[in-house]
Every structure is written in C-alpha cells, then in structure tokens.
C-alpha cells in the first residue's frame, strides 16, 4: 500500500508517495533531510543544488560502504563455515 510521506528540506515541506516495497520511508526521508542538513552544513556558500550533490554523494558512499561490509561479512561467514564442516568431517 502506498502511503504519502513529507520531507523538509529548505524550509520547504515536499509530499511523496511511498510505495509499499519501502519498509521504512519515514526513516529514508529523515536520512535524506539529515544529509542535506549536513551537507549544508560542511558547505561554502552552498547552492541549494551543491547542498543535494553533495548529500547524494554522501548517501552513494554510505551505501558502497555498507555494501563492502555486507558482503565482507558473508565473506567471512561462508570461510568459518567451511572451516566448521571440515572440522565436523574430520572428527566424524
């Protein structure tokens, strides 16, 4: 189910539709305005459009990031469990 989600950003309110494959979209716009609000933050004299780039390259890194960790993580899951199975063969 869709379901209609404000974000302020600028001062500004914006009203989206969320579709129901987001699980959390409060928690996605909060994210997004708290990365504008950083990036306007860290900025020079930013542009509101500046402020956007910089905030989406911003969430572009943190999701590479947690990208690397995910697949690092099951990485080093999918090595342990080897290491278990031999051991659990080996002392069968």
Not at 8 to 14: C, H, P, R, V
Request: hydrophobic share 45%; charged share 25%.
């Amino acid at each position: 189910m869709d379901r209609l989600i404000n974000i302020e950003l600028f001062g500004q309110s914006y009203k989206f539709k969320a579709s129901g494959q987001v699980s959390r979209p409060e928690d996605v716009a909060n994210y997004v305005a708290v990365q504008v609000e950083k990036a306007r933050a860290a900025a020079e004299a930013p542009s509101k459009v500046d402020m956007l780039i910089l905030a989406a390259l911003n969430i572009a890194n943190d999701y590479f990031e947690m990208r690397r960790n995910c697949q690092n993580l099951v990485k080093n899951i999918d090595q342990r469990s080897k290491i278990l199975i031999e051991h659990i063969d080996s002392n069968a």
